[in-house]
Structures are given as C-alpha cells and as structure tokens.
C-alpha cells in the first residue's frame, strides 16, 4: 500500500540533496551492565511493527512522493552487533536508507557494559520522537524479558500531513505564530565548524555526560 509524503517529508529529503544535513538523528544509550541481544532484537522487529512507517520505503517523485509498505525482515540491517569500538563508531556515523528501509536501525556492543546505538531518518521523527521510540522500544524489551510471546498491542500510524501538525492549535496560536515565530535561519549566523584542512576527514559526534 502506498502513502501520500507530508510536506516536511519532502523538506527533509531536500536537506539530503542540497547537503543542507545528512537528515539523520543519532542516539547511543550506555548500559551498566548486559542486555540479552536476542531479546533485543526481536523488540527492534516488534517496534516497526508497532510503528509501521518505520517499516516502509520512501519514493521520492516531487510532489508525488510516497511511503510504500514493504516485507519488515530486515535482518541485520534493522539490527546489527558490532564487534569492537571502531565497529559501533562506524555504525553511529552512517545513515538509513530511505528507499529501501528500514527507518530505523540498532547497533549493540557487548563490552564490559554494553551499549546500543540507534539511528533514524529525520523524515519520520525528530529527536523528541526518537526519546519516545526508545522508551517504548525499552518497554516492547522489558515485556519480552518477562514473557518471550509479548506482543505490543497499539499500532502507532497517525495522520504524517501539515494538518495533522497544526489540527489541535487555537485560531490565536495560528495567529501569535505568524505574527511573531520569528525569521530565524541558522545558515545566518556568526558561528560555523571549523573545517579539517587534512585531506583525510573523520566523521565525530560530541557528546556531554
């Protein structure tokens, strides 16, 4: 079955042609000790489940652009065990593919304390959507660590248009937001990245604990 793409879908997927920004949020979640990556594994496939537009290829036609449902095996694409630091780091930096999918990805380390890493399309979440796929990724886990049959019983698949977005603002929040949400732009600005002036460049994410 196919889907209509939302206008910020087709704003995303123009960041990633325009070199704007690679249009992926990354997460990676330490854990103090281990985690059971069979279990693991099986929420991953539960989770796009559960969030079907996880699950489905993105075709991009202009302004026909569509979300397609497709076969939710994804094997190691979807989840993947990584063997070493180098291996994880490698997986953190890379991107999905929005034409074939999944959405979503999953990378584990088992270590001294392990750790997933999870990256997914901007097109279908933002971070603060990422934050609550995590959460009910960890309960689809927990479920499953008390009864191996869990299955989650809500499918995740609302309204992706513009309307669906500003349906439950008030007429005066429509108003003060186009009266004063600002001009903003963030390619307008003092502050850049420095840039490498080695021939050989690495990918790196900063992160604070």
Known sequence: ?????GIFDLFQYLYEETGFSDHQVHCVVCFKSHVDSTVMRKAAELLVAAVPILSRSYHACGEKSYWEDQDRSFGET??????????????????????????IKFCLLQAENDVLS??????????????QLIYLFSDIYS????????????????????????RDFSFAQ???ILLFGGKDN???????????????TAPFIVSRQ
């Open 118 to 131: 999870v990256v997914i399309n901007h097109m279908v979440s933002d971070d603060a959507g990422l934050k």
């Open 174 to 176: 429509k108003a003060k």
């Open 143 to 166: 479920q499953l660590i008390k009864n191996p049959a869990y299955l989650p019983d809500t499918i995740i698949d609302g309204d992706r248009g513009f309307k669906g977005v500003v």
């Open 78 to 103: 979807l989840f993947a065990v990584a063997n070493n630091q180098e291996q994880l780091d490698r997986f953190t930096f890379s991107r999905t593919d929005e034409a074939s999918g999944p959405q």
């Open 1 to 5: 079955m196919k889907y209509k793409a």
């Open 186 to 200: 963030n390619q307008d600005t003092g502050s850049s990245f420095p840039l490498s002036q080695s021939a050989v």
